[in-house]
């Protein structure tokens, strides 16, 4: 069983608005509304694909309603502690007229000592019956990010695969825990890295800062539908097929769940797994809503996508 751990979920609404226009009244002819949060959305994401899942986290006030509703109608089993404070709401509003998409994402509540003890005490237990715990999102405003770090290095401690999947900051902090993957986009992993990503050749080369950082392994997936995922053999590069995108948001999201889903439920080799997770992206853009694809369309899409073994491996590009 996956674990996803949410420490700032949200109730996540998607807009279409044509032709959007800042200071002018719209209406919405459609919108979808999920419980969200990075760990949300792998969490649906893996279960759209078979894989046993679990989702933990902060829930509170109405919204922490709606997004145990959203997680009971996808069939996601959760483990959410009750927080004093209202879970926020995100935002999303896509434009299919000029292919645009704004993101407004609310900071979310703070959390308290002992609501933070609580949630400790019971991902321990949780931990207890995961093979793999997925630390995804941010943190809550009032939070050190030593939180998230110690449950990192907690569940590394108990023998389990640890993914990070957070901001540049929450990132940084994390690879101190040596997780065994991270998963940043291209523009957090060139924060990150400290340098920008103009070149093929300059993947690789992040790729590495990452490792070097802590990680155990680290994959960056760009804009562009490319990705890099680090491996005993080198570096694997994949290629997503072109589509008729609806939506990009939570396409991240669902690539992490395909390669966790190829790597450790279907136990597939890693070009395999990439190519799983790059049609598993493919398939969330098509769609509105973050992890809301169908898994027949998205191992369609994984046959398309072109992967290859870069001739620099990872080895030597940390030399």
Same mark, same amino acid.
């Given at each position: 069983m996956?674990?996803?751990v949410t420490?700032?979920?949200?109730?996540?609404?998607?807009?279409?608005?044509p032709?959007?226009?800042?200071g002018?009244?719209?209406?919405?002819p459609?919108s979808v509304?999920?419980?969200g949060?990075?760990?949300?959305?792998v969490?649906?994401?893996?279960?759209?694909?078979?894989t046993?899942?679990?989702?933990?986290?902060?829930?509170?006030?109405?919204n922490?309603?709606?997004i145990?509703?959203?997680?009971?109608d996808?069939?996601?089993?959760?483990?959410?502690v009750?927080?004093?404070?209202?879970s926020?709401?995100?935002?999303?509003?896509?434009d299919?007229?000029?292919?645009s998409?704004?993101?407004?994402n609310?900071?979310?509540?703070?959390?308290?000592p002992?609501e933070?003890?609580?949630?400790?005490?019971?991902l321990?237990?949780?931990?207890?019956?995961?093979?793999?715990?997925?630390?995804?999102?941010?943190v809550?405003?009032?939070?050190?990010?030593?939180?998230?770090?110690g449950?990192?290095?907690?569940?590394?401690e108990?023998g389990?695969?640890?993914?990070?999947?957070?901001?540049?900051?929450?990132?940084?902090?994390?690879l101190?825990?040596?997780?065994?993957?991270?998963?940043?986009?291209?523009h957090?992993?060139?924060s990150v890295?400290g340098?920008?990503?103009?070149?093929?050749?300059?993947? *690789?080369?992040g790729?590495? !800062? +990452?490792?070097?950082l802590?990680? =155990?392994?680290?994959?960056i &997936?760009?804009?562009? @539908? $490319?990705?890099?995922?680090?491996?005993?053999?080198?570096i694997?590069?994949?290629?997503?097929p072109?589509?008729e995108?609806?939506?990009?948001?939570?396409?991240?999201d669902a690539?992490?769940?395909?390669?966790?889903a190829?790597?450790?439920?279907?136990n597939l080799a *890693?070009?395999e797994?990439i !190519? +799983?997770a790059?049609?598993?992206a =493919?398939?969330?853009?098509? &769609?509105?809503?973050? @992890? $809301?694809?169908?898994?027949?369309?998205?191992?369609?899409?994984?046959?398309?996508?072109?992967?290859?073994?870069?001739?620099?491996?990872l080895?030597?590009s940390?030399?």
């Amino acid at each position: 069983m996956i674990l996803t751990v949410t420490l700032n979920a949200a109730v996540a609404r998607t807009l279409v608005v044509p032709s959007l226009t800042l200071g002018h009244r719209h209406r919405a002819p459609e919108s979808v509304t999920l419980a969200g949060g990075k760990g949300m959305n792998v969490a649906r994401s893996l279960r759209a694909l078979g894989t046993p899942v679990l989702a933990a986290g902060f829930a509170g006030g109405r919204n922490g309603d709606a997004i145990r509703d959203g997680l009971s109608d996808a069939a996601i089993p959760f483990d959410l502690v009750e927080i004093a404070g209202h879970s926020r709401t995100s935002t999303a509003i896509v434009d299919p007229m000029s292919g645009s998409q704004t993101e407004i994402n609310e900071h979310g509540p703070d959390v308290s000592p002992a609501e933070a003890k609580e949630f400790s005490r019971r991902l321990e237990h949780l931990m207890e019956y995961a093979t793999a715990v997925v630390f995804a999102g941010s943190v809550p405003p009032n939070m050190e990010e030593s939180f998230l770090v110690g449950l990192v290095r907690r569940a590394r401690e108990r023998g389990l695969y640890t993914v990070v999947d957070s901001p540049p900051s929450t990132l940084r902090a994390a690879l101190k825990a040596d997780p065994s993957l991270v998963s940043p986009n291209q523009h957090e992993a060139e924060s990150v890295a400290g340098f920008d990503f103009i070149e093929d050749a300059d993947f *690789p080369l992040g790729l590495s !800062r +990452l490792v070097e950082l802590g990680a =155990a392994n680290a994959c960056i &997936t760009s804009p562009e @539908g $490319h990705s890099y995922l680090t491996t005993e053999d080198g570096i694997i590069s994949a290629l997503a097929p072109r589509i008729e995108a609806v939506s990009t948001i939570g396409s991240g999201d669902a690539y992490l769940a395909g390669l966790l889903a190829g790597l450790l439920h279907r136990n597939l080799a *890693p070009a395999e797994a990439i !190519r +799983l997770a790059a049609g598993c992206a =493919a398939a969330n853009a098509e &769609t509105l809503g973050a @992890g $809301h694809f169908e898994a027949r369309r998205a191992e369609e899409l994984a046959e398309a996508v072109q992967v290859d073994l870069l001739d620099r491996a990872l080895q030597e590009s940390r030399n």
